[in-house]
């Protein structure tokens, strides 16, 4: 229960990331449905454009009274509240309108077969332009209460840009999560494949977002180590809370990955197995939920209320227990070695599809080389289990090494990328002899580079 | 408590046995998977 808000300005911080992050998975969907030009998808995503701008009305009003609250506090500058709110009236405006129109666009053609072109551009063009203006307002609303984004870099050993980032990089994989839901059961509903599929890559890249989320929240705890107002107990609540999203989050993506790559190959899904991503992803939703309170917990002293007390020992939790388990020779060096077995198989893998694709071995079709990818991707599983204990072990030291900050940036891009190889229509009928179409060839070359660049960027962190 | 050299190659042996072990297991298994509707026929996508 205590995650229902209880004031003005936490349902204000609740309410406000969906017109924002939430435009950005929109905009993902709409995309999918213009260029597969499915009707159904473009109709559910008018409906949640017009929720989205119903929205408006709540972000506004809760914004509002927060402000009114906020301004008591000696702390937090009246000029970045005026400037946030001169931003966000302006773009709430914009969603208002855009939901509108989508509204009535699906008004007007309720009983026609085809949805008019030029409507769905307008709103595919406000959306765009409000999603631009969103990024401002949430820029400047994140700086009324985040003061320690403003210390001086000089005196801080972990930088401070490791927070902003973690503060902007979490809403991805739990708003996110909350869209590929609703289309995810739409598309059960419906029986439609585009958007079993849609909702299913977004599972993963959330999934995959959950690696990056992960590791600038832990370097975000050495960054506001020392910070005044900050509680490590309450730090280690929220860590102890993002290791099970982390889990939850590698079930459900491995599980609608693998749906994916079987379709691919049968042309088919397996009930059984779309309702199995269902379940972990309600889960892990569930669990994001609670990892969200705990983290506005740290930096929020408004939304404290006295039936929620805040954690106080430092030393208790799960995570300080793996910290101190880790540390333990034993314990470390078998987890070293599945790291070294899981890029083997990562980079083996990447390697072999991204060089036929490349136009190696052309004597063989695409779907050959498309069944070896599980190994890849268990080899992700594999590392993001195993680095994620390496990082217990000395997190300080592996966060602030000048390479770790790109390792993490190429992990992502690599894992998105690889992608690619599951969905491309023009990729999957590449006979034997035939090549592939430059775009994939592209995408092979930056598969390719990027675990070249995560195997460099994680042996170079003990020498630079 | 401190561990003998004997104990620290036995733990890396046996941790990396069980993991590759499930993660072969799993490639297995879903290849086979398509294998077996391959063979029936009709119901795979071909390229």
Redesign the interface.
């Known amino acids: 229960m205590h995650l229902i808000p209880q004031s003005s300005s936490h349902f204000h911080l609740l309410v406000s990331i969906f017109p924002s992050i939430g435009l950005i998975f929109m905009l993902g969907f709409y995309a999918t449905a213009f260029a597969t030009d499915n009707e159904a998808m473009k109709r559910s995503c008018l409906v949640l454009f017009a929720i989205l701008g119903l929205l408006a009305i709540p972000t506004y009003m809760s914004g509002d009274r927060s402000m009114a609250v906020l301004s008591q506090d000696p702390k937090i500058s009246p000029d970045l509240m005026t400037t946030h709110f001169g931003w966000g009236i302006t773009s709430l405006a914009l969603l208002l309108l855009t939901g509108a129109t989508a509204l009535i666009e699906l008004w007007r053609c309720r009983h026609a077969k085809r949805l008019s072109n030029d409507a769905l551009h307008l709103v595919l063009g406000l959306a765009i332009v409000t999603l631009a203006l969103m990024v401002i307002t949430g820029e400047v609303g994140w700086e009324i209460n985040h003061h320690e984004l403003r210390l001086d870099p000089a005196t801080q050993r972990t930088p401070q840009a490791w927070s902003h980032v973690h503060i902007i990089l979490n809403h991805f994989p739990t708003v996110g999560f909350v869209f590929a839901l609703v289309f995810y059961i739409a598309a059960l509903v419906m029986n439609n494949v585009v958007m079993k599929r849609a909702s299913l890559v977004v599972f993963v890249v959330c999934a995959i977002l959950g690696v990056p989320t992960y590791v600038t929240g832990a370097a975000s705890m050495w960054a506001l180590t020392g910070v005044a107002g900050i509680s490590r107990a309450a730090i280690n609540a929220h860590r102890d809370m993002a290791l099970w999203t982390l889990f939850g989050l590698a079930f459900t993506g491995v599980t609608a990955w693998i749906e994916l790559w079987r379709f691919r190959h049968l042309g088919r899904f397996s009930n059984r197995a779309l309702y199995l991503v269902l379940a972990f992803a309600i889960i892990t939703l569930g669990v994001m939920a609670e990892t969200g309170h705990r983290g506005g917990q740290i930096n929020h002293p408004e939304i404290h209320v006295a039936t929620d007390p805040l954690p106080t020992d430092p030393k208790a939790g799960l995570s300080p227990a793996i910290e101190s388990l880790i540390n333990h020779v034993i314990w470390f060096v078998p987890w070293q070695t599945v790291h070294f077995f899981g890029f083997s198989l990562i980079f083996g893998t990447a390697l072999a599809v991204s060089l036929r694709v490349l136009g190696f071995w052309k004597s063989m079709p695409f779907s050959a080389v498309h069944r070896i990818l599980p190994l890849g991707v268990f080899g992700v599983v594999m590392n993001v289990f195993s680095g994620m204990l390496i990082l217990f072990a000395d997190s300080s030291r592996y966060l602030n090494a000048t390479t770790f900050a790109p390792k993490t940036a190429l992990i992502t891009i690599g894992a998105i990328a690889v992608l690619y190889f599951s969905l491309s229509e023009r990729l999957w009928t590449v006979k034997a002899g035939e090549d592939a179409p430059m775009s994939a060839k592209w995408v092979a070359a930056l598969v390719l580079l990027s675990w070249a660049g995560v195997i460099m960027g994680g042996r170079l962190i003990p020498y630079v | 408590?401190e561990?003998g050299n004997a104990?620290?190659i036995f733990?890396?042996i046996?941790?990396?046995a069980c993991?590759?072990g499930l993660?072969f297991f799993?490639?297995y298994c879903?290849?086979k998977?398509?294998d077996q509707?391959?063979r029936k026929g009709g119901?795979?996508?071909q390229?």
């Open positions: 408590m561990y104990a620290i733990m890396v046996a941790v990396v993991v590759l993660t799993g490639v879903l290849n998977f398509v509707n391959t119901s795979v996508r390229p």
